[in-house]
Nanobody
């Protein structure tokens, strides 16, 4: 069974950093577009960043540019999301998702076929 698992969430003070990791069982992440999404309670799930399988090019939503960095570790079969200078508005459940290669990755949920269960990030003083 294909499975994605996120890890690395936690409670952090404003201005702090976290590194989220997405791992997979039953398939190799480098062959998929990978997206990171988040959901704030009461709001829709929103895409924050993605990486294309074909060339490892990346995309970031304007609200996270300069603070979020997506990267791939082929040896570990992971795709990480480094989050720096965390702000209260970053508090959310963060999800990784995998979608087919050959397309430019984006922030629409329908572009991704596999999803993890999410990891909670809480920014609080």
């Amino acid at each position: 069974q294909v499975k994605l698992v996120e890890s690395g969430g936690g409670v952090v003070q404003p201005g702090g950093s976290l590194r989220l990791s997405c791992t997979a069982s039953k398939f190799t992440l480098k062959y998929y577009n990978i997206g990171w999404f988040r959901r704030v309670p009461g709001k829709e799930r929103e895409g924050v960043s993605c990486m294309n399988s074909d060339d490892d090019s990346t995309h970031y939503e304007d609200s996270v540019k300069g603070r979020f960095t997506i990267s791939r570790d082929i040896a570990k079969n992971t795709v990480d999301l480094q989050i720096d200078n965390l702000q209260s508005e970053d508090t959310a459940v963060y999800y990784c998702a995998a979608g087919p290669s050959g397309y430019v990755c984006g922030d629409e949920l329908y572009e991704y076929d596999y999803w993890g269960q999410g990891t909670q990030v809480t920014v609080s003083a």
